[in-house]
């Protein structure tokens, strides 16, 4: 994508979505971590349906913990990957009791030494729970930085490097929704829709006329 488009790029998908987020459902830092530890491999959907009653029950580290490894698996059994996510979860939980009071950490490197948090999921809890200008790269955005041109890359670390340099500095804490809701709902894996797509003429791909 050429450097000028860009800025209209991102201008055009924040007048149609002015304050995106998460579609992920929570209430606190905990339960983002909690969903977002959950959401690999799975859709928000499933996520969603299944925390809505976990997050009653069990809605800070040390509840999470007091139902244990079957009483968790119980309530997340409808998500994939459920029982080494239910593990990870409770190691997870204990860790922010016993290293940082019970509350998530905010930097990158604390995030990343919690079971199952990898980079991906620390930049979602960096940029949805605290604002930070993060980018975290899951399928979605890959295929959009790389179909459209915007960021292209062989890696997720790669396309997000390249997304945080060349994303303008006012678009960048949202960027990472919009993003990810466009490559989820109009920039699809097999199927795009190009034909509903309004930044398809900033899209090295789109068969439309460059603006």
Request: proline share 6%; with cysteine; glycine share 6%.
């Given at each position: 994508?050429?450097?000028?488009?860009?800025s209209r790029f991102f201008a055009t998908l924040k007048a149609a979505n002015p304050q995106p987020v998460t579609e992920l459902?929570?209430?606190?830092?905990?339960?983002?971590?909690?969903?977002?530890?959950?959401?690999?491999?799975?859709?928000?959907?499933?996520?969603?349906?299944?925390?809505?009653?976990?997050?009653?029950?069990?809605?800070?580290?040390?509840?999470?913990?007091?139902?244990?490894?079957?009483?968790?698996?119980?309530?997340i059994k409808t998500i994939g990957l459920y029982h080494s996510k239910a593990r990870h979860l409770l190691h997870t939980c204990?860790?922010?009791l016993d290293q940082h009071g019970g509350h998530v950490p905010r930097t990158r490197e604390a995030l990343e030494t919690l079971?199952?948090?990898?980079?991906?999921?620390?930049?979602?809890?960096?940029?949805?729970?605290?604002?930070?200008?993060?980018?975290?790269?899951?399928?979605?955005?890959?295929?959009?930085?790389?179909?459209?041109?915007?960021?292209?890359?062989?890696?997720?670390?790669?396309?997000?490097?390249?997304?945080?340099?060349?994303?303008?500095?006012?678009?960048?804490?949202?960027?990472?929704?919009?993003?990810?809701?466009?490559?989820?709902?109009?920039?699809?894996?097999?199927?795009?829709?190009?034909?509903?797509?309004?930044?398809?003429?900033?899209?090295?791909?789109?068969?439309?006329?460059?603006?």
């Amino acid at each position: 994508m050429q450097p000028e488009y860009i800025s209209r790029f991102f201008a055009t998908l924040k007048a149609a979505n002015p304050q995106p987020v998460t579609e992920l459902e929570y209430t606190s830092v905990f339960e983002l971590l909690t969903a977002v530890l959950l959401s690999a491999q799975a859709t928000d959907v499933s996520v969603n349906k299944a925390t809505r009653n976990l997050f009653v029950v069990a809605n800070t580290p040390a509840k999470m913990l007091a139902l244990g490894l079957e009483g968790l698996e119980q309530h997340i059994k409808t998500i994939g990957l459920y029982h080494s996510k239910a593990r990870h979860l409770l190691h997870t939980c204990q860790l922010l009791l016993d290293q940082h009071g019970g509350h998530v950490p905010r930097t990158r490197e604390a995030l990343e030494t919690l079971p199952g948090v990898g980079r991906k999921t620390a930049n979602v809890v960096l940029n949805s729970a605290f604002g930070e200008p993060t980018m975290a790269v899951d399928t979605h955005i890959f295929r959009v930085g790389n179909r459209t041109g915007l960021a292209p890359g062989k890696t997720p670390l790669e396309v997000e490097l390249k997304l945080l340099k060349r994303v303008p500095k006012e678009y960048l804490v949202d960027a990472h929704h919009w993003l990810i809701l466009h490559g989820r709902y109009v920039c699809k894996a097999r199927q795009p829709l190009c034909d509903a797509c309004q930044v398809s003429a900033f899209c090295k791909s789109a068969p439309r006329k460059r603006p």
